[in-house]
Structures are given as C-alpha cells and as structure tokens.
C-alpha cells in the first residue's frame, strides 16, 4: 500500500501561483496513474487533474485548464502540480492518491469515492 503526503498549500492572492508536492512511499507509485483532487468547505471532494503511471495522458477538469499542470518524477516517488493564475474559487484541501485498482493506466477513477484511503491533504487559499 502507497502512503501519499500532501505539502506546499498555502494563502495566496488571486493571480497568484503555488506548486504542490505529493510525496508517496511504498514500491506501488510508480506504476499506478495518480490524480489529485479538492475539496472545499460544505462541498464534495472533486476531481482535479490525473496522469499516467509514466506521465502521460494528463487529464484535467475544465475549471483547472489552462492554468494547472500535473507532473510526476518516479524516481523520486513524488507528482506536482503546479497552479496558475490561481481563483478564489480554487480555495480548498488539495489531496492526492493513486489508481486505488489498476497498474500501468493511463487515467484514474474521477469519483473520489472509488478511493480507499486519503492523506491529510494541503490547504489552498485564494483571496481576491
């Protein structure tokens, strides 16, 4: 079982950027695709962006288009994603997790509730 660790949220103003870091452990990273989600306060935890077990296949969801852009390093067992031009309506707790029952996919389940287990995620704040 992979361990993921979310890091690099913070409070930012409209406009602004940020990178997260998805830092995971455990030999299964590496050939599992990966996705990170949001969830913000009285809402429920929504799809972001996802890529392939080799960092292809970049999915986004169209509120992040354009402006957020997911990576990966296998060597390092860690994945990115890098926010731009950031909206208060991105403020939320960024969580990320790997295909939770196929290796070597392209993409990942875009319901949050096909996921068996959840880091503690990083706070995003946008202020305008």
């Known amino acids: 079982q992979v361990q993921l660790v979310e890091s690099g949220g913070g409070l930012v103003q409209a406009g602004g950027s940020l990178r997260l870091t998805c830092a995971a452990s455990?030999?299964?990273?590496?050939?599992?695709?990966m996705g990170w989600f949001r969830q913000a306060p009285g809402k429920e935890r929504e799809f972001v962006a996802s890529?392939?077990?080799?960092?292809?296949?970049?999915n986004y969801a169209d509120s992040v288009k354009g402006r957020f852009t997911i990576s990966r390093d296998n060597v390092k067992n860690t994945a990115y994603l890098q926010m731009n031009n950031l909206k208060p309506e991105d403020t939320a707790v960024y969580y990320c997790?790997?295909?939770?029952?196929?290796?070597?996919?392209?993409?990942?389940?875009?319901?949050?509730?096909?996921?068996?287990?959840w880091g503690q995620g990083t706070q995003v704040t946008v202020s305008s």
């Open positions: 997790n790997v295909d939770p029952s196929q290796s070597w996919g392209r993409y990942v389940p875009l319901s949050a509730a096909e996921y068996h287990g």
């Open positions: 455990g030999r299964t990273f590496s050939n599992k695709a």
């Open positions: 890529m392939s077990w080799n960092g292809g296949s970049p």
